[in-house]
């Protein structure tokens, strides 16, 4: 590098081990004298003895050791070559206790203001290593190693004491980060926008009730029990609801002609849907009820008809359309025929063969009855005859159809086993030939008709014997008979 007076070249100060500040001095102004790592000494003109009253006089002056350039000489040509004399303030400001006192060995930059009290720098002497705003040695003396001032350095060199150092300027994003964030938020914009796109045109249009209404009644006039039980609610019991049951009421009554109109009522949660349709070419006419349970899934509450009344014919093998049934069940609209698996029965009314589509059309079933037919009740009184002439055949006191004559008041005289004589009257005989016959439960039917039969005993007082007719008591009792067991018997109670 090439030296000028605007870029000396810095003489490294001789190294020396650091110097342990003295203590303040006795002066006014109570200041550290730090000095080079060559003793301050007093000059020959100056005393240092006692009796000296200048003030001034008592602060030791402090030798600022010039640097310059190496080969540089001294003169009035070279600015930082010439050496000042050192100066010094009488009224400086006070030192503060614990404060870092300024080093009047530092040098400061040209134009800089001096710290009040310090010693003043030649303005010819080349600056020592140090920077702007550096901060002053507390303790410490000046360090003769560190480097010197190179006011072309940059790095490195702190901010300047008392500003905040600049900020690091960010450094922006480059153009394809920004392409790519921008084209990333396109695609999510994307994705999402087919994702709820797409699904909805593959969906198609949104289902209605009155769709489900058709798909429902037409899976019914295609006998598919299993598609048509995907659009209704189902509850209670569902043994009827069954493809074999739906075809054989089809082959009953077919299911045509179908028509669903819009729905006319309701909202989007419940609608009303108005139909027509035949069943074996009866025209029916009536409205389903439908509920939305969300996601257009819509169902029919009222798609089923409830047949809940079989009750009484318990043990009689009901059957609907061929099927078992239950006391009570449910079925789809259509045509049901009613069986029973007992031949001495038969169901009560004009008709065993129904077309239901609604609640109302299944209310005559609730009145049906079971009924013992013309051969069963032949039947019934052919075995209750029998039983009686077997019980009138008997000579015991009590028999296994009633006529129990063990109890009975002979005046002193106590009844004689063997000794008893039963005969049916005409009368009873015509009973026997007419003999109502009543289905008290399931296939249980029994009489209460009165048998009269003429019955005659013996009874023996003191070891003899007198003959007794029977005038009162000896009845027989009420026959009953079970069409269900496997072989039906008269039981008398």
Not at 58 to 65: K, L, N, S, T, W
Not at 109 to 118: E, K, V
Not at 233 to 243: F, I, P, R
Request: charged share 20%; aromatic share 8%.
């Amino acid at each position: 590098m090439t030296e000028t007076p605007e870029n000396p070249q810095p003489t490294p100060p001789a190294e020396t081990g650091p110097q342990t500040p003295e203590a303040p001095g006795t002066g006014d102004h109570g200041f550290d004298a730090v000095t080079s790592s060559a003793a301050a000494q007093p000059s020959a003109g100056e005393a240092s003895g006692p009796g000296t009253s200048d003030p001034e006089a008592d602060a030791p002056a402090v030798e600022v050791p010039a640097t310059a350039a190496p080969g540089a000489a001294a003169s009035d040509a070279t600015p930082y070559g010439a050496e000042a004399p050192a100066q010094t303030y009488p009224d400086s400001a006070p030192v503060y206790p614990g404060s870092a006192q300024p080093d009047p060995s530092a040098t400061q930059y040209p134009g800089a203001q001096p710290y009040p009290g310090s010693a003043q720098p030649d303005p010819s002497a080349a600056y020592p290593a140090g920077y702007p705003g550096a901060a002053p040695y507390a303790t410490a003396g000046y360090d003769p190693n560190a480097p010197a001032y190179d006011p072309n350095a940059t790095a490195g060199v702190p901010p300047y004491a008392g500003y905040p150092a600049a900020p690091t300027p960010k450094k922006g994003l480059s153009k394809g980060a920004v392409f790519g964030i921008v084209g990333g938020a396109v695609a999510v914009i994307l994705l999402i926008a087919a994702a709820i796109i797409v699904p909805a045109l593959l969906r198609g249009p949104a289902v209605t009730a009155s769709d489900i209404v058709e798909d429902y009644l037409t899976a019914l006039a295609d006998g598919d029990a299993e598609a048509a039980l995907e659009h209704i609610d189902t509850y209670g019991d569902d043994s009827l609801l069954t493809d074999e049951v739906l075809q054989a009421s089809l082959a009953l009554g077919a299911i045509d002609d179908i028509e669903v109109e819009e729905q006319t009522e309701g909202d989007s949660y419940e609608s009303t849907v108005p139909v027509t349709f035949t069943i074996g070419g009866e025209t029916i006419s009536r409205e389903f009820q439908v509920y939305n349970y969300g996601d257009d899934d819509w169902q029919i509450v009222d798609g089923l008809i409830a047949l809940s009344g079989f009750y009484g014919f318990e043990g009689l093998g009901l059957t609907v359309n061929g099927a078992e049934a239950p006391e009570s069940a449910y079925v789809f609209p259509g045509t049901y025929e009613l069986a029973l698996g007992v031949e001495e029965f038969a169901i009560e009314g004009d008709t065993t063969t129904f077309v239901v589509a609604s609640d109302a059309d299944a209310e005559p079933l609730w009145d049906l009855r079971p009924t013992l037919t013309e051969e069963g009740t032949a039947t019934f009184r052919s075995l209750v005859r029998a039983s009686v002439e077997e019980c009138v055949a008997m000579k015991t006191l009590a028999t296994p159809c009633g006529m129990d004559l063990t109890d009975i008041d002979l005046t002193g005289y106590t009844p004689v086993e063997g000794t008893v004589t039963r005969t049916i009257t005409a009368e009873g005989q015509s009973t026997l030939d007419s003999m109502t016959a009543e289905v008290s439960s399931g296939a249980v039917v029994t009489s209460y008709d009165t048998i009269d039969v003429e019955m005659t005993l013996q009874g023996e007082q003191g070891g003899t014997r007198a003959d007794f007719e029977v005038w009162f008591g000896g009845y027989l009792d009420s026959p009953k008979v079970d069409f269900a067991a496997e072989t039906p018997t008269v039981v008398w109670e």
